[in-house]
């Protein structure tokens, strides 16, 4: 069965880098059939796609975002993982790892989400 | 960007009622819609793709329906366990979700 996790700080100073990772077990990365998304969700905002990567190392980001997003790939250890530079309280949000088909895509498997706060 | 808006931001229902929760695309989006349910501290679940397909495991008292700009998801008989949030999602450009409707026992 799949799973995904993520991990990380879950605090996060304005203006400094937010970075998560997720841990993919009962399934590999190297799949050529799946995009791995990060997704968030806030309040106010509702659910935001943030971006996703493919086991090539494609990637395709929000364009509200893409400026401040990086998601990379570690196929070794069948993780992936976000950065978010530059962030605001308005990043506060809980984020999920996330996966989904080949483009266009619905995401079928979700990890169970982490809070990340955006607080000095 | 496309607008994904849902109608109602909340119902109340009873169990047994039949349900449907209407969801409207800013331009067409062919059938590149899902649909997903969420309750409180859990992540979302995907219930239907591609407007009208029921995903793996999924009840058939849901069901979806529509194209172009409105959709709908049609609960034919609720159960205490379908009280939570349900969103759209479309994935013709992007990928933008509705601002949830909320589910409530009446």
């Known amino acids: 069965q799949l799973q995904l996790q993520e991990s990380g700080s879950g605090l996060v100073k304005p203006s400094q880098t937010l970075s998560l990772t997720c841990a993919v077990s009962?399934?590999?990365?190297?799949?050529?059939?799946?995009?791995w998304s990060w997704i968030r969700q806030t309040p106010g905002r509702g659910l935001e796609w943030i971006g996703y990567i493919y086991h090539t190392g494609s990637t395709y980001y929000s364009p509200s975002l893409e400026s401040r997003v990086t998601i990379s790939i570690d196929r070794s250890k069948n993780q992936f993982s976000l950065n978010l530079t530059s962030v605001t309280a308005a990043d506060t949000a809980v984020y999920y790892c996330?996966?989904?088909?080949?483009?266009?895509?619905?995401?079928?498997?979700w990890g169970q989400g982490t809070l990340v706060t955006v607080s000095s | 960007d496309i607008q994904m808006t849902q109608s109602p931001s909340t119902l109340s229902a009873s169990v047994g009622d039949r349900v449907t929760i209407t969801c409207r695309a800013s331009?067409?989006?062919?059938?590149?819609l899902a649909w997903y349910q969420q309750k409180p501290g859990k992540a979302p679940k995907l219930l239907i793709y591609k407007a009208s397909n029921l995903h793996s495991g999924v009840p058939s008292r849901f069901s979806g329906s529509g194209s172009g700009t409105e959709f709908t998801l049609t609960i034919s008989s609720l159960q205490p366990d379908d009280f939570a949030t349900y969103y759209c999602q479309q994935y013709s450009n992007y990928y933008t979700f509705g601002q949830g409707t909320k589910l409530d026992i009446k």
């Open positions: 996330v996966r989904g088909g080949t483009a266009p895509t619905y995401f079928d498997f």
């Open positions: 331009q067409s989006i062919s059938s590149w």
């Open positions: 009962g399934g590999s990365l190297s799949t050529g059939a799946y995009s």
